[in-house]
């Protein structure tokens, strides 16, 4: 049985810092960082989907944490065939973004800047979330299996966006494909009424990893500022609905991460709190249920 591991796809959110969640005298980088780990065990890094993480980043991570605080760090745009402006680049490759060889040292140097934490032991996983318009087929095939290629070795989570990835048809090509490339998919919960909506379905593709990500269910999913599209407080009951599902998850696997993305103000923070209560009312180790 496993361990339910509970927290927010961001510690540096600018509406969650701008919110009053931290303290004062906790709102430098370091002080952030440690007041988060102090009342969570896990945490998604968002912004290295923005720009490539940095070596010296990973390595403060690390030592600003707890031994057994775990990290699950999200892949680079160009790494999932996201459009990504030269800007977002080193400054070295700028002038060169549209060469196919650039994606080779992008791939070098994001696996050297998230090494120092898989070298201390602290990396979840990488999460890989495909875009919208991947749906099933050769072409996404080529791109998995050049991506499970890459990251050999690596603990690597899928979420796709594109609904038929799930839909009643697909399911079990996609929960075959996934397992044969040693991938943990990635359940999502969003608004269901919305043409685009990813099913809620909680796959176990392999025995070590299953995650969960909680969009929020605003109706301005696929439309409207980031804002527009996160801005989600979910109340006890939506939580309570999900923790069969989570405890069926960790039957099934070594670990599970709970990571709450509505980041509008402290809305993530604030339902990874309650779903932490819900999980375990006197958890062992902030935010950990363990299932014995």
Same mark, same amino acid.
């Given at each position: ?22 303290? $004062?005298?906790?709102?430098?980088? =370091?002080? @952030? ?9 896990? +945490?998604? !890094? %968002? ?119 799930? $839909?009643?048809?697909?399911?079990? =090509?996609? @929960? ?9 998919? +990635?359940? !999502? %919960? ?103």
């Amino acid at each position: 049985m496993g361990d339910i591991l509970v927290g927010t796809c961001s510690w540096t959110d600018p509406a969650l810092v701008r919110s009053g969640w931290y303290p $004062r005298g906790r709102r430098d980088a =370091a002080g @952030r960082l440690r007041y988060y780990a102090e009342r969570f065990p896990v +945490v998604e !890094v %968002d912004s290295t989907y923005y720009g490539l993480p940095a070596e010296r980043n990973s390595r403060l991570w690390a030592e600003r944490t707890p031994e057994r605080f775990t990290f699950d760090v999200k892949a680079f745009s160009m790494l999932t065939g996201h459009p990504t402006r030269p800007a977002a680049l080193p400054a070295d490759l700028r002038s060169a973004a549209r060469d196919g060889a650039v994606l080779d040292e992008v791939w070098a140097r994001f696996t050297a800047g998230i090494a120092p934490l898989r070298d201390a032991g602290r990396l979840g996983s990488v999460l890989f979330q495909f875009p919208p318009w991947l749906r099933p087929g050769g072409r996404a095939e080529e791109l998995l299996a050049d991506t499970a290629r890459r990251t050999r070795g690596w603990p690597v989570a899928v979420e796709f966006r594109h609904p038929d990835w799930w $839909r009643d048809g697909n399911a079990g =090509a996609t @929960r075959a494909l996934l397992a044969s490339h040693g991938m943990a998919a +990635v359940a !999502v %919960d969003m608004n269901q009424s919305v043409p685009s909506a990813v099913p809620p379905v909680a796959p176990v593709t392999v025995p070590a990893l299953s995650v969960v990500r909680f969009h929020g269910r605003s109706a301005s999913w696929g439309q409207g500022s980031k804002e527009d599209r996160f801005r989600y407080a979910y109340d006890e009951d939506e939580l309570r609905a999900w923790l069969p599902r989570l405890r069926a998850l960790a039957e099934r696997t070594e670990e599970v991460h709970v990571l709450f993305n509505n980041c509008c103000a402290d809305a993530a923070v604030r339902a990874a709190e309650t779903m932490t209560r819900l999980l375990d009312p006197s958890p062992a180790r902030g935010g950990t249920e363990h299932l014995f």
